[in-house]
């Protein structure tokens, strides 16, 4: 069902808001030959460096979410985003130890990478790298939503480079562009890798948690809402790169930096749409717009990411925690 107004709904608002629009590169022609899609005459890319800049401003004041309330008014909350997990896979070993630490919170555990099988994948990606991640392989799952991935053979994921997991309390947690510093220091890959370089497995999931809102004193029960997204890294599944004013997306941001010069200038960027997302504390009905797809929209990110999870045997301690408690 297509929202019968122009106006963008709450859900919407901030599932667009929340959006990295990541600066694209174009690969080099011979990595561009290697990886092409049947249909596209060119790669584009980005490096994990420049998505992490996206959360700069918002992990030090926050990211503005105009929401629009019952009775009309307008108001802005503010969401601090903070890394909840992320699973880095690449299409070639790095040089890391072969006990791969998987970081839960703030201990850590030993989890073998056995680089036989992945020598495997990471000839098969090289022989078939024209392909799209859903061609590499035969042996699909599909779940009732159209969500698939060839993950059954779990030895197909590729090299793992990092797997974080946060299990500290929120109150206890730094934000995320923090977190990608911290994490950096024993993984400097985190900030040199790209986008081709990353298996279709490797993913991300954002938590974002409400600061404050303007005006504020509005006793609103559900501006405590809080939201789990689940982001793609890989190539694979990125999205088709646009051009974006850089002094609007600039303006995504809730402070400007002082003294920071106004211009005008078009640039190409990759949107880092979520593909999942889990809620918590949400109550009433701000966030489900009447005569919109929002119930349908939200019950299919909540489908999408509960399935990414399951075919990936990914353990997320903030997934469980936000379905155990939530309205849906």
């Not at 799952?141 to 997991?165: A, K, T, V």
């Not at 790209?194 to 298996?199: E, H």
């Not at 003294?259 to 701000?286: D, I, W």
Request: aromatic share 10%.
């Amino acid at each position: 069902m297509e929202s019968l107004t122009t106006c963008p709904s709450n859900l919407e608002s901030f599932l667009n808001r929340v959006t990295p629009m990541v600066p694209s590169q174009e690969c080099p022609q011979d990595l561009n030959d290697r990886w092409r899609v049947p249909g596209q005459d060119k790669i584009e890319f980005f490096s994990l460096a420049d998505l992490w800049d996206c959360y700069d401003e918002w992990s030090a004041y926050g990211i503005g979410i105009p929401l629009k309330l019952d009775g009309g008014e307008d108001i802005k909350q503010y969401y601090v985003p903070y890394l909840s997990a992320i699973h880095i896979y690449t299409r070639k070993s790095l040089t890391t130890p072969s006990s791969i630490r998987t970081v839960k919170g703030d201990s850590e555990s030993d989890c073998w990478s056995d680089d036989s099988e992945n020598d495997k994948l990471s000839r098969s990606l090289s022989n078939d790298s024209s392909k799209t991640w859903d061609t590499i392989s035969d042996d699909l799952s599909s779940d009732p939503e159209g969500f698939s991935l060839p993950m059954r053979n779990l030895h197909h994921l590729g090299h793992l480079y990092l797997q974080h997991n946060e299990m500290s309390s929120p109150y206890w947690r730094i934000p995320l562009m923090d977190k990608m510093v911290e994490l950096s220091k024993n993984y400097p890959a985190l900030m040199t890798l790209k986008s081709v370089d990353l298996s279709p497995a490797s993913w991300m999931a954002v938590a974002w948690y409400p600061i404050y809102h303007i005006p504020l004193g509005r006793n609103v029960k559900d501006l405590s809402a809080c939201f789990l997204t689940y982001h793609t890294l890989s190539s694979s599944f990125q999205d088709v790169a646009v051009d974006v004013d850089d002094k609007k997306e600039k303006g995504k941001n809730s402070v400007s930096r002082e003294g920071e010069r106004s211009t005008r200038r078009r640039r190409r960027r990759v949107p880092l749409h979520p593909f999942g997302l889990a809620t918590y504390k949400m109550q009433g009905n701000l966030w489900i717009k009447p005569q919109t797809s929002d119930q349908q929209k939200m019950i299919y990110l909540h489908c999408a990411a509960d399935s990414w999870l399951k075919q990936l045997k990914a353990d997320h301690h903030d997934y469980c925690f936000f379905t155990s408690h939530s309205t849906i």
